[in-house]
């Protein structure tokens, strides 16, 4: 039934704010890392931000640096993510996903379990 459950997306205007927000299971959070991607319609799935377990160490793609945090409540066994400052080109669906860690933590491949997406639309 999955995993990982993403929620919070929906329509914003440019420089807006959301909070997305990723239920996971108990084993699924025990994952060394914890992570965010996007994929808009014809392009690329882009790295978005990623946590370690303590939450101690985060990695941003560079688009996103300064405007969006991310951050993890284990006791809910939660992680979020900030968005602010929202542009037009941030509009994709964005997925969490659980990584066993190590290097390339940008790389998809890296990534063992995926959500299912929530949409996010940032309007002009």
């Known amino acids: 039934q999955g995993q990982l459950v993403e929620s919070g997306g929906g329509l914003v205007q440019a420089g807006g704010s959301l909070r997305l927000s990723c239920a996971a299971s108990?084993?699924?959070?025990?994952?060394?890392?914890l992570g965010w991607f996007r994929q808009a319609p014809g392009k690329e799935r882009d790295f978005v931000a990623a946590?370690?377990?303590?939450?101690?160490?985060?990695w941003y793609g560079d688009s996103v640096k300064g405007r969006f945090t991310i951050s993890r409540e284990n006791t809910k066994n939660t992680v979020y993510l900030q968005m602010n400052s929202l542009k037009p080109e941030d509009t994709a669906v964005y997925h969490c996903?659980?990584?066993?860690?190590?290097?390339?933590?940008?790389?998809?491949?890296?990534?063992?379990?995926w959500g299912q997406g929530t949409q996010v639309t940032v309007s002009s």
């Open positions: 108990d084993r699924t959070f025990s994952s060394e890392v």
């Open positions: 996903a659980a990584s066993s860690g190590g290097t390339h933590l940008h790389a998809a491949y890296k990534y063992d379990y």
């Open positions: 946590i370690s377990w303590s939450g101690s160490s985060t």
